[in-house]
């Protein structure tokens, strides 16, 4: 096959999740890791060198050499690079892998899409949700694809969730709670600043419940109505954390709990999630998602087996396995999406989690941000879009930033 030639452009944490799926994906060529960040790239490419060392052996081991020399001969060849920009003047590219801080989503995508560069990005898709704009116009007069990269739609447990809703198991779905929580990512300031992530939990986090319970509805529906959930809302619930060795003061959100509708505009079905964004662990119901009749949970059992388990009206129960090897070589969430961005490519086709899907999971959280600047009334997706568009018009020279703050001040403790 003629391989894609792949960039990872951000060698930090997420990265790393990324790099595992590299050897089992021969679509993808990953020629060259770009971060200015010299530690990075370093640890990068030493855990790069073990994988693929790994990875050989074990195809020697099955007699597949042509697989084990492929993968030697791909890590000898990766190039590294301080910056995308020296990378594009040097490589011929096909696609970059974004994983780097929010703050550098969208100039890093756009430079890339201007290049004539097909880009997948780690969510969110964007510090701001202009930078989103941003984004869209240069997909748009590149021609390129662009994926958001949103792992849940591939991950085990919702992928079949979504099967077993599709049909029928649990009726229609009417309402579902999908909760990523945890005590906070203290380690990394980056996490706790609004100018590099735009948000707190309910933007890093959160988005992946926000991205889960739009897939589980069915994308067919349309969000129409975000409100900050009461009682917690989107606040600060533990103000002082030892953040990089030190105490300081939370400056963005540590919770967030939030209302979305979903419609279908063509049959008027709606669906309601609650969804909980927090880094000061989980108060909301186990994830779940119920329907007229029955509801679907998810289950580990004892021996790590994960299981998507239906209770009907009766209480009668029936478990799917929700782990492979059924329909992947391994079941990993970021191995699916990353696989789909190759196949998309291939064939020339809009991916399933596309720019729009990324924006409009941006414009539900940033309604979530104004419904609590409002008191916690219900705001929807177009009332955002012209607050949004109302603060550009007047501040034109800094609206990214503005937004952001008038955004973040209803959950401030100083606000």
Not at 87 to 105: F, G, N, R, S
């Amino acid at each position: 096959m003629n391989r894609i030639r792949i960039a990872g452009v951000g060698t930090g944490g997420i990265f790393g999740a990324h790099l595992r799926a590299y050897p089992e994906i021969p679509q993808f060529q990953l020629c060259a890791l770009v971060d200015p960040n010299e530690d990075n790239i370093g640890r990068t490419q030493l855990s790069m060198w073990q994988l693929y060392e790994e990875k050989a052996q074990q195809a020697e081991a099955a007699g597949d050499a042509r697989t084990a020399d492929l993968l030697r001969n791909d890590v000898a060849s990766v190039k590294t690079y301080s910056s995308l920009s020296a990378l594009l003047a040097d490589e011929k590219l096909d696609a970059v892998d974004i994983c780097t801080q929010p703050k550098d989503h969208a100039p890093l995508a756009i430079e890339a899409l201007n290049a004539g560069v097909h880009v997948m990005c780690e969510k969110p898709m964007a510090r701001s949700y202009y930078d989103c704009l941003r984004i869209m116009e240069a997909v748009q007069r590149s021609g390129k694809l662009y994926q958001h990269n949103e792992n849940w739609l591939w991950e085990p447990f919702y992928y079949t969730a979504k099967k077993l809703i599709d049909a029928g198991w649990i009726g229609e779905p009417v309402a579902m709670y999908l909760a990523t929580a945890h005590g906070g990512p203290e380690g990394n300031p980056n996490f706790w600043q609004s100018g590099i992530g735009g948000g707190g939990a309910l933007l890093d986090c959160g988005i992946h419940a926000v991205a889960g319970a739009w897939f589980l509805s069915g994308l067919a529906k349309r969000p129409t109505m975000v409100k900050a959930a009461q009682p917690i809302g989107i606040t600060v619930r533990m103000p002082e954390r030892i953040i990089n060795g030190k105490f300081d003061s939370v400056r963005v959100e540590d919770d967030g709990h939030i209302l979305i509708r979903f419609e279908d505009p063509a049959t008027s079905a709606w669906t309601t999630a609650h969804v909980e964004g927090s880094w000061s662990h989980r108060d909301s119901p186990e994830t779940m998602v119920c329907g007229t009749t029955g509801f679907l949970r998810m289950h580990e059992d004892e021996k790590g087996k994960h299981w998507a388990v239906v209770t009907d009206a009766n209480g009668a129960e029936r478990r799917v396995a929700a782990t492979g090897p059924t329909w992947m070589p391994w079941p990993s969430s970021f191995y699916g999406e990353i696989l789909n961005f190759a196949e998309c490519i291939r064939a020339g086709t809009r991916s399933v989690s596309d720019e729009t899907f990324g924006l409009e999971c941006q414009v539900i959280v940033g309604a979530a941000y104004l419904s609590q600047l409002r008191g916690g009334k219900g705001v929807s997706p177009t009332a955002f879009r012209k607050f949004a568009q109302d603060l550009r018009k007047r501040h034109p020279e800094d609206a990214d930033d503005r937004l952001v703050e008038a955004l973040l001040c209803a959950v401030r403790p100083s606000a």
